[in-house]
């Protein structure tokens, strides 16, 4: 079924760019040292695509790597270039990236993939990417398998889950590529009560809803937050999991 708020919601994040900067988490590096693992070759320009604010490109860089990041909405990339001053930031989409042909070892995607037009973008991926390759995309979620995380996750099903596509997206096959392989790895980030209700105020289906709705979502998670032991006192590590897919080009 189609989803009518969708081109809002792909659009909406730059109004909380600061708060996404601030309290999405970022990746675990046994993840991305997976991702690169997949390429014929030692990655050593790697393209972090639909960037945000550059919870990836930092781990990227972090690890020595010449990254360039592409993201279409200025007020995130004017995060990133805070954040990552070290990694070379241009505007452009995944179905149209500014670089030439063959121009890097490695393509990730944190937490976006399941926005692009994904034949056109892994198409265009597949351009830029030299032979050999790899394509990595990334999704933090709750570890639902800890229970009050999946209570929590399913009180804010209106607003705080995973992008369904996820799932589907391991199946898929372009001419390009070699078939998806998956993994997961274990992620925790420090939280506070207020601090996780801030990370959830940067979901888009929670940035467009109405005021009424958003409220009401962060007032029921607030209420589960205080009464719940393991979250109603000060910080506590919030269990994540992180799922990542990676496809060699052909």
């Known amino acids: 079924m189609s989803d009518p708020t969708r081109a809002e919601r792909a659009s909406s994040f730059g109004s909380r760019a ?42 990227l860089a972090e690890l020595g790597l010449a990254v360039t990041a592409v993201e279409p909405d200025p007020e995130m990339r004017a995060e990133l270039g805070r954040v990552v001053p070290s990694a ?89 590529f070699e078939m998806f392989e998956s993994d997961r790895f274990r992620h925790v980030q420090r939280r506070t009560a207020e601090s996780l209700l801030e990370t959830i105020a940067t979901y888009s289906l929670v940035i467009v809803s109405t005021p009424e709705k958003r409220q009401a979502l962060l007032t029921r998670l607030r209420e589960f937050l205080a009464s719940n032991p393991a979250t109603a006192n000060g910080e506590f590590d919030l269990p994540l999991q992180t799922l990542a897919l990676r496809a060699r080009r052909r």
Do not use: C
């Open 88 to 176: 070379t930031s241009l505007a452009g989409r995944a179905e149209r990236i500014p670089l030439p042909d063959a121009a890097v070892d490695a393509v990730f995607v944190g937490q976006a993939f399941h926005w692009f037009d994904v034949p056109a973008a892994m198409t265009e991926i597949g351009r830029v990417l030299r032979p050999g390759g790899v394509l990595v995309p990334m999704w933090n979620y709750e570890d639902e398998s800890v229970p009050w995380v999946a209570e929590y996750t399913a009180l804010g099903r209106d607003g705080a889950r995973r992008p369904a596509a996820t799932d589907d997206l391991r199946q898929f096959e372009h001419p390009a």
């Open 18 to 59: 600061a708060a996404y900067a601030e309290h999405r988490p970022d990746y675990p590096r046994e993840a991305i040292e997976w991702g690169l693992s997949g390429a014929r070759r030692t990655p050593r320009h790697v393209l972090d695509l639909g960037a945000g604010t550059g919870k990836l490109t930092l781990g």
